[in-house]
């Protein structure tokens, strides 16, 4: 793997999160009536969820 394909996929990563991330403040933006009327607290607590599930240190 060379360095350029690490910067590469690096900068892929670094594009999709700060996308990602925009269109939640966009979506945290709107009126409370209009996100929950596009079903955003569910898809938003959803991902949270998962993230902690996946994240979670596991005591053995």
């Known amino acids: ?6 910067i590469g996929r690096l900068a892929s990563r ?5 996308t990602r991330h ?4 966009i979506l945290l933006s709107l009126p ?4 929950k009327d596009i079903g955003f607290p ?4 959803t991902r949270e969820t998962r993230r902690a599930a ?5 005591i053995i």
Do not use: D, Q
């Open 1 to 6: 793997m060379s360095v350029l394909s690490s």
């Open 14 to 18: 670094y594009t999709a999160a700060r």
């Open 22 to 25: 925009r269109g939640e403040r």
């Open 32 to 35: 409370a009536e209009l996100r």
């Open 42 to 45: 569910e898809i938003f607590e």
């Open 54 to 58: 996946t994240f979670s240190p596991k």
